[in-house]
């Protein structure tokens, strides 16, 4: 195995309380030993076992399953702990095609519509 040193701002966010994964979600909902179902977010840290979903960490966990480097592949629920993601909603859009079907189905006359009215104190 390769060690690698983790980044401070992820490294922050790895030891947040809010991210520890109860045993009963672990076995659950991240599937946890289930092999290509188990969730791809689960790190390991000396307190147990922590979400990183919602981390940096995220893009490149999603790049290695993608590019098939990486045996867990579950993505199955919202991600524990705050949304403290580091990458920017463009980066995001390019790693999950999902997001940009959603940007397709806007309606821009209606985008317009409504930043008018915010823009009105409306």
Request: aromatic content about 4%; hydrophobic content about 25%.
């Amino acid at each position: 195995m390769k060690a690698s040193v983790i980044p401070e701002e992820i490294l922050a966010d790895v030891l947040d309380e809010d991210r520890k994964i109860p045993r009963a979600h672990l076995d659950s909902v991240c599937k946890f030993g289930h092999k290509s179902e188990t969730c791809r977010y689960i790190t390991l840290t000396l307190d147990g076992y922590v979400c990183v979903k919602k981390t940096g960490a995220k893009l490149t966990i999603d790049k290695k399953v993608a590019d098939g480097d990486w045996l867990s592949k579950g993505d199955n629920c919202e991600g524990l702990g705050r949304g403290k993601q580091h990458a920017s909603s463009e980066e995001e859009k390019e790693s999950n095609p999902a997001n940009q079907d959603k940007d397709q189905d806007k309606d821009p006359q209606k985008e317009n519509s409504q930043e008018k009215g915010q823009e009105k104190g409306h």
